[in-house]
């Protein structure tokens, strides 16, 4: 395997417009509609992202039989100080499950819950 094992992610969502605002919040982002490929019926929403940066980009998902919530997968999203995103979790719906804490020479990180009932990490040097 050549590069990062993460190429994108998407996280499964009941409610698109809740969980946008949500995460446009938690992150101070703005979401960019993605048309569905392959004309499949999806509706999606991407992360900001840098193509020539390190790491992954991904995307909010709704689709018909798809739930969300109750999943094992986890998404980390880098941050300056996971402590400032974490701060905004409760006030805008969300859950703060671990706050934040040193992961030794890796930094620290956060683990929060979204509207959606799906557990998300963040990740900061400092």
């Given amino acids: 395997m050549n590069g990062n094992p993460v190429c994108w992610f998407e996280i499964y969502v009941d409610d698109m417009d809740r969980a ?4 446009e919040a938690l992150l101070d982002v703005t979401l960019d509609k993605l048309e569905s490929p392959a004309k499949m019926d999806i509706e999606m929403w991407t992360f900001p992202s840098n193509m020539e940066g ?3 980009t991904g995307a909010l ?23 400032v995103e974490e701060s905004r979790a409760e006030a805008i719906g969300g859950v703060v499950h671990v706050p934040k804490m040193a992961i030794g020479e ?12 799906n557990v998300i990490g963040l990740h900061s040097e400092n």
Avoid: H, P, W
């Fill in 61 to 83: 998902a709704k689709m018909d039989g798809v739930k969300a919530g109750g999943n094992s997968t986890l998404v980390y999203f880098s941050c300056a100080d996971c402590r």
């Fill in 106 to 117: 890796f930094g620290f990180i956060s683990v929060v819950g979204d509207t959606e009932g």
């Fill in 20 to 23: 946008r605002t949500f995460y």
């Fill in 54 to 56: 390190y790491g992954a």
